[in-house]
């Protein structure tokens, strides 16, 4: 990446740092434990893995969950003897149907 895009992701970067401190501020949070219900954690855990999901998918590793790392070690040891499974090819994006609409017009 070039000397001018870096420039841009730092500064992007560090109005979003002060955006988000102030909106904090704004709204008393404070550093600590947070107490969160039960539906609220579970929430947490869905978007967490919605967005691991989404990461490996555009890096194209596989799912690492906590059942694969060794739990005296804390490393991910790959099981050897599973054969390895072809990924599926990626589905082609879904043209909208505003989209469709405006195209079928086109076509008319």
Same mark, same amino acid.
């Given at each position: 990446m070039d000397h001018k895009?870096? =420039?841009m992701e730092e500064a992007q970067k560090r109005m979003m740092e002060l955006l988000v401190s102030r909106t904090l501020r704004k709204h008393g949070v404070q550093k600590g434990k947070a107490n969160? @219900?039960?539906a609220e954690k579970e929430n947490? +855990?869905? @978007?967490? =893995?919605l967005l691991r999901k989404q990461v490996n998918a555009f890096t194209g590793k596989t799912n690492v969950t906590e059942h694969d790392v060794n739990? =005296? @070690?804390n490393v991910y =040891?790959?099981?050897k003897t599973q054969p390895e499974?072809?990924?599926a090819p990626p589905k082609a994006p879904r043209i909208? +149907?505003?989209a469709q609409r405006r195209k079928n017009r086109r076509l008319e």
């Open positions: 895009g870096s =420039e969160l @219900t039960e947490l +855990r869905n @978007t967490i =893995e739990p =005296e @070690t =040891e790959e099981d499974q072809e990924e909208n +149907r505003l």
